[in-house]
């Protein structure tokens, strides 16, 4: 069953597409430093930092998790929005439950295999359109586009989701990640046209 939550704009605006943005049909790629090689074998998923139980997965524990896959659109900070793209992956809330995050926890950062970091208040990233995806329209996930293993966050510019994610840190303080140092805006809500800080 895909469920459908391109209506989650209106939590934000009267418009599906966010101003200044335009509708692409192709998938762009963009990355700060190319496609990280990994194995199967050696790839891990790591939950740390502020939290009762840090976790670790292999890809196959990881896919053993419960999943959905959602009908999510993508707005990248550059100018582009793809709609209704279909995403099968882990909501970020299953992985918090089963980590047990600390009751001062109130931020997390994502890493990623290329040294990409991103981060977000946890009450932004504990939502169930928050997804650890590893499908992409049916598909294992291209390595272009992050897989084995990204993040996408709907509610936020693309920035917000780490491709080739292999960690999770919960944070008793606040952090910036890759481009949130370099000028991107720490909040990146694409209705208010959050870009740059
Ligand atoms: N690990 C990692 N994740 C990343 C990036 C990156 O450079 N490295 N770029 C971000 C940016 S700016 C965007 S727009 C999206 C692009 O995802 P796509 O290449 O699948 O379109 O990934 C985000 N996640
Ligand atoms: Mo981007």
């Not at 050696?42 to 009908?71: H, I, K, N």
Request: charged residues 30%; glycine residues 8%; proline residues 7%.
């Amino acid at each position: 069953m895909v469920e459908d939550v391109t209506q989650l704009y209106r939590e934000y605006g009267d418009e599906r597409l966010p101003p200044g943005q335009r509708k692409t049909d192709r998938f762009p790629v963009l990355s700060k430093s190319g496609t990280p090689s990994w194995t199967r074998e050696d790839w891990a998923f790591e939950v740390f930092g502020a939290v009762e139980e840090p976790l670790s997965f292999s890809y196959e524990e990881f896919r053993d998790l419960p999943s959905v896959t959602q009908r999510q659109d993508f707005h990248c900070v550059t100018g582009w929005s793809k709609f209704d793209c279909e995403f099968t992956g882990v909501p970020f809330p299953e992985i918090a439950e089963r980590a047990g995050v600390d009751d001062d926890a109130v931020h997390v950062m994502f890493h990623a295999m290329d040294g990409y970091t991103t981060n977000l208040p946890l009450s932004e990233c504990d939502r169930d359109a928050v997804l650890f995806v590893y499908d992409y329209d049916g598909e294992e996930l291209p390595t272009d586009h992050g897989g084995p293993l990204r993040v996408v966050t709907p509610h936020k510019y693309a920035y917000k989701g780490a491709k080739w994610v292999d960690g999770v840190e919960f944070l008793t303080e606040p952090e910036r990640g890759y481009w949130e140092k370099r000028g991107y805006s720490n909040t990146a809500n694409p209705w208010n046209e959050e870009r740059y800080s």
